[in-house]
């Protein structure tokens, strides 16, 4: 489905009735990375799940200039909007959660859970934020191929790629239908996030975080930190997993997950 949200279309799925949750994906990735988790937790029966892909990846339009996570926040309550969601559970991997931290320092009052994967509330250093020109410049200029065999192998474990081609293939067919266009103007907009950490103090709501053993992106040490600084939050380290945990242990994910919706909601 595809909703017009700031002068855009955004595209969606919407799934089941109950307690709202929207899934937030990773870069440079799409909504299908949930789908796993979206059709076990709608046998449930008790929640209305749904993913977008954020503005410039997916099936979304491309927006003009940098994709902030701001303006990604901004898109998801535009959403939530049109979709007649007063709050909702956001549950963010990666860039999902840089854009979950974006929304919880704008509309607070928005958000009555948080689901936080494999993120961090750190802004980039000058290093990282050079990086991201160098990755949008490589994506306008060579396209996206070649930011799939750069990213993968810092997305998932040797182990998974080993043990599950299918997900590298996965991974591979999300990155390299990717607009260049949108990749860059994120890569560019991660760049320039905010550092959250003056809103961990701030977040009252439920609050999981859940980090892959293996994630060097943002690795247990951090998420560990950071959850320590949420009043309330859990911290769940999943074995055997990367930074796409959800992907590469979808049932000790999930399990997490469910046991925190089934206590918080
Ligand atoms: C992601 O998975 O969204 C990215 O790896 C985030 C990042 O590069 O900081």
């Given amino acids: 489905m595809k909703a017009r949200i700031h002068t855009i279309d955004l595209a ?24 796993g988790q979206i059709m076990a937790l709608l046998n449930e029966q008790r929640y209305r799940l749904v993913a977008l892909d954020f503005r410039g990846f997916g099936e979304s339009d491309t927006g003009v200039g940098v994709t902030t996570m701001e303006q990604l926040a901004d898109d998801v309550i535009g959403l939530m909007d049109n979709l007649g969601m007063q709050q909702a559970i956001l549950c963010g991997l990666s860039m ?16 009555n859970g948080l689901i936080l994967a494999d993120t961090k509330p750190e802004a980039d250093n000058g290093e990282v934020q050079a990086n991201r020109e160098k990755v949008a410049l490589q994506a306008e200029t060579v396209g996206t191929s070649v930011i799939a065999d750069a990213q993968i192998p810092r997305l998932i474990t040797e182990q998974t790629r080993k043990q599950h081609p299918e997900v590298e293939m996965l991974l ?12 860059a103007a994120a890569s560019r ?17 439920p609050t999981l975080v859940i980090v892959g053993e293996q994630d060097g ?29 959800n992907l590469e242990q979808p049932e000790l994910f999930l399990e997490a997950v469910r046991s925190f919706l089934r206590s918080a909601f």
Wanted: glycine share 10%; hydrophobic share 40%.
């Fill in 189 to 205: 907009g991660m760049g320039q996030r905010l550092d959250s950490n003056d809103v961990l103090v701030s977040i009252d709501c």
């Fill in 96 to 111: 999902g959660g840089y854009v979950s931290f974006a929304a919880q320092r704008k509309y607070p009052q928005r958000i």
């Fill in 217 to 245: 992106i943002t690795p247990p040490t951090i998420a560990q930190s950071y959850a320590a600084k949420i009043a309330g939050a859990q911290c769940v380290v999943i074995p055997q997993a990367g930074h796409l945990s």
């Fill in 172 to 183: 591979r067919r999300m990155i390299e239908a990717t607009s260049a266009a949108g990749l």
């Fill in 12 to 35: 969606y799925d919407d799934h089941g009735m109950g307690t709202p949750i929207i899934f937030l994906h990773a870069f440079p990735l799409n909504r299908t990375m949930w789908r």
